[in-house]
C-alpha cells in the first residue's frame, strides 16, 4: 500500500455502497464490507468490521436514512474508540448530522457527512461528492474522495461545504434540483407526445443531446429510456420520494425561500401515488351543487 | 302589462335558460322560448320566435359557447331587424363578442353581452350579472336584468362593466377566481381526510359557516356536498372544465400577470381526467435509469 | 349569575384577547384580563389573576403563538392548581399542544386547544371555534363558546374536531385555505386592473357580492378595501405570514397531500417580501450566458 | 466547391444569424447576407441577395419572430421564384408557419421551418437543429444543417420532427424546458445562498459539473456566471421572456397538459418585471380588513 491508499470500513453493500467499494478496490484502497445481508458481506457483523480495520479506524456508512443510519451510528458509537472517524455517505437529512455528530463525540469519534450522487453510473463514472465537516478531516479522507470522484479537476466532482451537515444540505439541494429537472423534461416530453404532428418523439429529445441549451445527463438517460419502449408503455405513472424532495421544500418554507419547481415536482409525485385525488373528489362534487353538473362515479 | 315589464325572446332552455326564463316570468315579464328539443320549447324554431316579439325584438341567447352560440347568432342575423337587440347571456369567450356584435351590426343588430353567475339556484336566489355594451342598451334592459339578479341594492349583483366583451371577460375572471377557490376548500378537505386525528371533518366545515374568515356560499355547498356523502364514496375525481379557467390562464399569459393560484386549480382538472400521466411515467423512468430505482407496470 | 354564566381568566388583550373579552362580557359572563400592558390589565400579574378566579378556575390564553405562549403555559403551571383548565386559543402550532396538556397535566391541570377564526370583526360577528381536548373538558366550557360564537346553530361556528391538538390543526388548515382563497381573488384583481376594456373594477367586484358563485365574507371586505383606495394606491405588496400557512404546507409534505394552491399563495407572499430575488438574478444570469441577453443592473 | 457545398442566402445577420454563416462559411458553404444594418449586410437588399444566389435559390431567415419574420417572408414571396426554398430558423410560433408556408406555395416557393439551439455558443461548439417540412426539402438542406451541427453523429443534434411547423413546435417544447430547468437550477442558488452553513455555494455548483446527475451545459454556464459575480451583485433579478414560454403553456392548455412547472417559471419572469404585485397588494388589503394586521406603504 503507498502512502495514499487506506483501508476503510464500508457498512451497507447495496447498489450505491457494493459500487464504491467496488471503485475504491479498483483505485488501490481497501475496503472491508459489513451487510445484513451475509452472502454480500465480507465480515459477520459490525465489531468484526472495526477488529479487522487500522486505528485510527475509518468507516463508511451508506445505508437507508432515518432508522437504520441512527441504529449504524449507535452501533459503531459502542465498538469504535477515540479518534476512529465515521462518514455518512447515504441520503440523511442534514438535521440529523449534528445529532450523531454530537453522539459520537462522546467518546471522541470524529464524524464527516458527504452527499453522493452518481447512482448506479457511479461506479463507471466517479460520483460526485459535497462534503461537511471540519478541515482536518476532510484532507485525511481525500485519498478516498479522490478514488470516487470522476477523475480530472477535483473542483468539478468535489466540495468541502462547510461543518458538519453542510455535505448533506448540498446534497438535498441538489436532489431538489434534480427533481425540477425532471419534471420539466417530463412536461416536454408529454407535450411533445399529445401533439399528432409530432411525428419522432423520441428523436426530437436524441437531437438535442448536442448544441442545445437543453442538454445535460438526464436528457442523455431521457433517450435511454426511450430506447426500448419509446411510448413508456411498460412503465406506470408512479413515483416514489425518498425524502430529500421534502426536506427541500421544508428549507424552502424555513427559509421564507419560494420555490414553485422544486414543489411542483414534489406535489406532482404525491399525486402520482393516489388511486383517486379526494381534493379532486371535492372540486367535482361542488361544481354538482352549483351546476347540477353530472359527476363520474367510482370506476366508471 | 306596465311600463317595467317587457316581452323577450329566450333560446337555449336547458337548466340555466329554463331557470331564468321561470324567474323572468315569475318577475311579470314575458318570455318566449325557443330550443331545439320541442317538449320545453314555445316555438317551433328561430323565425317564430322572432315573429312573436314586440318590436324592437330582444332575444337572449342561453346556449353553450362556442359553435353553438356562433351558428344562433348567423341565425339570428338572418331573421332580426335593424334596432332589435341581441343579449349573450352564456359562457361565450369575451374574444367572440367583439365578432358577434360586428356581424350583428352588418345588419343594424344591436348587441349586448353578459356573465351569469348562479347556477341551479338562481331561479330561487337571483344571478349575479355582469353586462357589456353601450349605455342606452344596458339601460334598456335593466327591467330584465333587476328580474334575473337578487332582490335589493343593484350594485350588489348587476354591474356594467365596459363595452361589446367587457361582460364576458368579468365573469371569466369570476370563474377564474372560482376555480382557485374551490381547490382551496378541496386541500383543506384533503389535508383535514389524511390526518386520523380530525374526528369530524364535516362538521368542521359545517362550523365554518358562521363567524370564520372562509365563509362563503361555497363553503354552504360543500357542507351540503358531505351531507349525505361525508368521505364522497360515490364520487370520482374527475372534473371537466368548460373553458373559462383555460381563458383566464391565456389572459394572465396576454397581460404577463402571474395567476400560480388559478392555473393549478386548472391543471389539476386535466390531470383528474388522465387514467396514466405521461409525466408521471417519464419522472419514474429517468429515476429508474439513474437509480435502478425499481418501476411498476401498468396495471400494478 | 346564573347557572350558565361564568367566571374565567383572559390572558392577552391585544386585538382578539380585548374583543373576545368584550363579547364575553357582554353575554353575561364575568372576564378577569391580564396583560403585559398595565394600562388593559384588571389585574398586575398571572398570579393575582389566578386568586380572583373561582375554583376549578379556568384561563384562556390569547398570546402569539410560539415562545409566549410556551411562558405562560410555563408560568401557569406555577401557579394553577389540580383540576384547573387552560384553553389556548392563540394559533398555536397543533404539534405544541401535547406537549403544553402533557405539562400541565403533571401538576393535573387540564387542557383544551381552541382555534378562533373572525379578526377584528368577531366582538360584533361572533367567532368560529374549532375545539381540541376531551369530552367532559369541552362540554364544562360551552356557556363560554357558546357567547364567543355567533348566535344562531351551534354546529354553523362550533366543533369539537377532536383530542387536544385537533383544534388548532383545524384552525391550520382554515388558514391555509384562507391563503388560497385570498390568493385567487388577489389574481383575479389583479387580472381585471390589467385590462384596459374593464371600466369598473371595484364595481365589478361589488356585483359579485349576491347572487354569484363567488360571494363570501372576504368578498365583502374586498369590496371595502377597494372603497377608499379602488387601485390599492396607498398600500404596499409587502405581505406577512404568522406560521399558519407555512405549517399547512409542512403538514401536506407529511402526509403526501399535493397542495399546490396553498403552497402558491404561501410563496407568493415570501417573494412579497423580497428587495430582489437571488433565483431571478440567476435566470437573468443564465440568459445572459447562453444568449448574450443584456440584464439589468441593480437599481436601473 | 465540391458537391455538398451550397450557396445560399442569410437574411439577419445579429448575434444569431452572424455566428450561423460565419459557421457555414467555416464548414466550405458561400453564404451572402442581408441585414437592415448596411454595415454587416453583404448586398444592399433583400433583391440584390436573391439576385447573387444560384438558381433554385435558398434563402434562410434569421430575424426576431412576428411582424419582422411576416414582412421578410412577404417580401421574399416578391422576389423569389417558383422552386426556390426558405427556411425560417428564427423562434417562430409554430402556428405562423403554414400561413408563411401557404402564402410561399401561391407562387410555388418552398418552406421549411427549423427551430436552432445553442445561443452565442453555436458558432464554437455547433447547433441543435429540428426541422420541419416534406421530406425532399429536408434532404436537399442536409449540407447546410450538418454544417451548423456539431460534428459526430447526426442523431445527437438534428432531427426532422414532421411536417412544416413541427420544427419551431419542438423548439418551443425545448424552451419550454429550459424555462423549467433554469428555474429549477435557480432555486437551488437561492436555498444555498439563504444558509448560512453553506460556505462555497459556487464551489458547490462547481462540484456538480462532474458524476452528478444534475450535471447539463446549463449548470456549466451557471458556474461561469458565478466565477466573477459569485453573489450576482451586478444583476437585477429582472428576466424578459420572448414568447416560447408563453406558446408552451398556450399549447399545454390546448392540449390539457398539466405543465406546473414550466408554468411556474414564466410567472416567475412575468413577476420579476413588475416593480410592485397588484395582486399583492390585494392580499395586504384583505389582511387588513379582516385582522386589523398592518400595511406598508408604497416606498416603506
Redesign the interface.
Known amino acids: 500500500m503507498n502512502e495514499n491508499t487506506m483501508h476503510i470500513g464500508m457498512i451497507g453493500l447495496g ?1 450505491m455502497g457494493a459500487n464504491m467499494r467496488a471503485r475504491l478496490i479498483n483505485a488501490g484502497h481497501q475496503v472491508t464490507g459489513y451487510d445484513r445481508n451475509p452472502e454480500v458481506s465480507d465480515v459477520a457483523n459490525v465489531a468484526e468490521l472495526v477488529e479487522k480495520l487500522p486505528q485510527p479506524r475509518i468507516v463508511w456508512i451508506m445505508v437507508p436514512s432515518g432508522a437504520p443510519t441512527d441504529s449504524v451510528v449507535a452501533e459503531l458509537k459502542g465498538v469504535l474508540s477515540e479518534g476512529d472517524l465515521v462518514i455518512d455517505g447515504g441520503n440523511t437529512r442534514f438535521s440529523d448530522d449534528e445529532r450523531h455528530s454530537a453522539e459520537l463525540s462522546e467518546k471522541g469519534i470524529r464524524f464527516v457527512d458527504c452527499g453522493v ?6 461506479l463507471q ?6 462534503a461537511g465537516g471540519n478541515d482536518a478531516d476532510i484532507a485525511e479522507l481525500m485519498p478516498v474522495f479522490d478514488a470516487l ?2 477523475e ?1 479537476e477535483r ?9 458538519v ?2 455535505g448533506h ?2 446534497k438535498m ?23 399528432s ?4 418523439v423520441r ?2 429529445f ?14 442523455d ?2 433517450v ?3 430506447k426500448d ?1 419509446p411510448e ?9 420520494d425518498s425524502g430529500e424532495g ?1 426536506w ?6 424555513a ?19 393516489q388511486d ?18 353530472a ?6
Open positions: 447498489k450522487s452518481g447512482g448506479v453510473w457511479g463514472n466517479g460520483y460526485g461528492l459535497m470522484r470522476p480530472g473542483s468539478r466532482s468535489f466540495v468541502h461545504v462547510g461543518d451537515g453542510a444540505y448540498a439541494v441538489h436532489n431538489g434540483i434534480e427533481y425540477g429537472m425532471m419534471q420539466a423534461y417530463a412536461e416536454g416530453y408529454e407535450l411533445l407526445s399529445a401533439k404532428s409530432i411525428k419522432d428523436g426530437t436524441a437531437a438535442w443531446q448536442e448544441g442545445t441549451v437543453v442538454r445535460s445527463w438526464l436528457l438517460l431521457l435511454e429510456a426511450l419502449d413508456l408503455k411498460d412503465i406506470a405513472g408512479y413515483v416514489e421534502r427541500t421544500v421544508e428549507e424552502a418554507i427559509n421564507a425561500v419560494p420555490a414553485p419547481v422544486i414543489t411542483a415536482a414534489l406535489f406532482q409525485r404525491f399525486a402520482s401515488r383517486d385525488s379526494p381534493a379532486n373528489k371535492m372540486v367535482a362534487a361542488l361544481r354538482q351543487q352549483f351546476g347540477g353538473h359527476v363520474k362515479r367510482p370506476g366508471e
